[in-house]
Nanobody
Framework: VQLQASGGGLVQPGDSLRLSCAVSGRTLSRTSMGWFRQAPGKEREFVAGFGWAGRGTYYQDSVSGRFTVSRDDDKSTVYLQMNSLKPEDTAVYYC??????????????????????WGKGTLVTVSS
């Protein structure tokens, strides 16, 4: 399984940005997909994710209502739409995949160490 994240950049507070993650080597509908991020000096943390067939979408509290995760099975791509960005959203964002179904709050118990596959990160910087 290969994951390729893209779409990061430098934006101002309040702006929007959409990250993409192209997935190859596994059927997206039978893959749990998650977005994680790692800010400088901090541990990698869960941001948003969904289980097989897009079920059980879950968000970290700090991004709920601002970020939306979605998927396009035809393009085998997962997206993270980020609105109302804040300086504290600055981080390297990673997409990750797992072969097991992960739904709802199970994402928090799974954590970064529980994911099977990782892509290279894309840097998001929110600064005025």
């Amino acid at each position: 399984v290969q994951l390729q994240a893209s779409g990061g950049g430098l934006v101002q507070p309040g702006d929007s940005l959409r990250l993409s993650c192209a997935v190859s080597g596994r059927t997206l509908s039978r893959t749990s997909m998650g977005w994680f991020r790692q800010a400088p000096g901090k541990e990698r943390e869960f941001v948003a994710g969904f289980g097989w067939a897009g079920r059980g979408t879950y968000y970290q509290d700090s991004v709920s209502g601002r970020f939306t995760v979605s998927r396009d099975d035809d393009k085998s791509t997962v997206y993270l739409q980020m609105n109302s960005l804040k300086p504290e959203d600055t981080a390297v964002y990673y997409c990750a995949a797992d072969s097991e179904p992960i739904h709802g709050s199970s994402w928090l118990r799974r954590g970064p160490r529980g994911m099977d596959y990782w892509g290279k990160g894309t840097l998001v910087t929110v600064s005025s």
